[in-house]
């Protein structure tokens, strides 16, 4: 059953606060770096996500105020509140000031990535190579919080390398030392990307020490897997990644609201609603390109055709694609 878990754990389904911020539910949509923009959050909530994190925010495209950052990143729906808005860097006036900017545009609470093992993020400093600078990791954090007057929380691994424990050991100073209102953990090194088992043992083990929150993320890939993390971990909620991705329906299942998979007509008509946002975000011409991204996701639950499926890719016109999806509506459930 959704939620099922240790006795001494309360369900999936209960609410609970991060700094003073109280969620519906223990059921989170996690940062999903160039997707997770205003309208994937949106989708998140629509299907019972507690909270939705966006996607990796420059912190220096704030502080500078790109213009596209700050026109498609800091876009926030109404009805997707709370927020949490995650921001990366290596510089802690610039984090205070893009935090301050992320505050202005209407964020509940702001993330600082201190996991992201990408080449391209750690070779500024930032991302997971905190691990290695906990001081520089530390004055990030009061930047943002000072920035911002937010609760902050971080998003880290367990380590960059295997067996170490860097990432739990800065978790216990972010809180003890910086005032961190939560600890997202994905208990794998950073080195491991997203292979190897998560290490929920040792997720179990941060949650014994510190006092706030501790949001349990890595390999969650459907709602078993879930239930399980969040049973074998002690978190005190999930935090969903590529779970979620061409599923929103996983937030329902650990939610309660869905035991049913998704029908082919309620998989076609999130995909048509999918586009209708991006393009309503982007414009027709870059949506067009972005979406390629997002049809395999949905083309798999519906068990398209291969020359459909390759036809969505190649597509350079919406009203075609909204076609082609139109015609693989079936009443029976996606299996």
């Known amino acids: 059953m959704p939620g099922t878990n240790n006795s001494d754990q309360p369900p999936l389904t209960e ?5 003073g911020i109280r969620l519906a539910n223990r059921v989170l949509l996690a940062p999903l770096a160039g997707i997770g923009n205003w309208f994937v959050r949106l989708q998140a909530k629509r299907h019972g996500a507690g909270l939705a994190v966006s996607e990796m925010v420059s912190s220096f ?10 026109r498609e990143l800091m876009r926030i729906h109404p009805d997707e509140h709370p927020v949490s808005i995650q921001l990366f860097g290596h510089d802690p006036e610039v984090m205070r000031s893009g935090a301050a ?3 202005e545009a209407g964020a509940d609470l702001i993330d600082i990535n201190m996991g992201c093992p990408v080449r391209k993020v750690r070779r500024t400093g930032a991302g997971v190579e905190l691990l290695a600078d906990p001081d520089l990791a530390l004055a990030l ?11 902050v929380t971080v998003k880290l691994r367990s380590g960059i390398r295997a067996g170490e424990r860097s990432g739990f050991e800065l978790a216990v100073r972010l809180v003890e030392e910086a005032g961190v209102a939560a600890i997202g953990f994905h208990p794998r090194a950073a080195t491991s990307g997203h292979g190897g088992s998560p290490d929920y043992a040792l997720t179990r083990e941060l949650v014994e020490r ?19 993390a969040y049973r074998e971990s002690g978190a005190a909620a999930v935090m969903i990644a590529r779970g979620g991705l061409g599923n ?4 329902e299942q650990l939610t309660g609201r869905r035991a049913e998979p998704p029908s082919r007509a309620e998989v076609s008509e999130e995909l048509l609603w999918t586009i209708d946002r991006a393009e309503e975000h982007l414009g027709t011409e870059r949506a ?3 979406l390629r991204k ?3 996701w949905y083309v798999g639950l519906l068990a398209a055709p291969p020359e459909v499926a390759e036809e969505l890719q190649r597509s350079a016109d919406l009203p075609r694609a909204r076609e082609l999806i139109g015609a693989l509506r079936d009443p029976a459930p996606v299996v």
């Not at 609410?15 to 700094?19: K, L, R, S, T, V």
């Not at 954090?141 to 609760?151: D, F, I, V, Y």
Request: aromatic share 10%; glycine share 14%; proline share 9%.
């Open 288 to 290: 067009t390109r972005y």
């Open 101 to 103: 900017i992320a505050a």
């Open 294 to 296: 997002f049809y395999p």
């Open 248 to 251: 929103p329906w996983v937030f």
């Open 61 to 70: 495209g704030l502080h500078h105020r790109n213009e596209r950052t700050l």
């Open 15 to 19: 609410p609970f606060e991060i700094g």
């Open 210 to 228: 510190i006092d706030v929150p501790v949001i349990v993320s890595g390999g969650l890939a459907d709602a078993g897997a879930a239930r399980r």
């Open 141 to 151: 954090a009061r930047g943002a919080a000072e920035g911002s007057g937010l609760p």
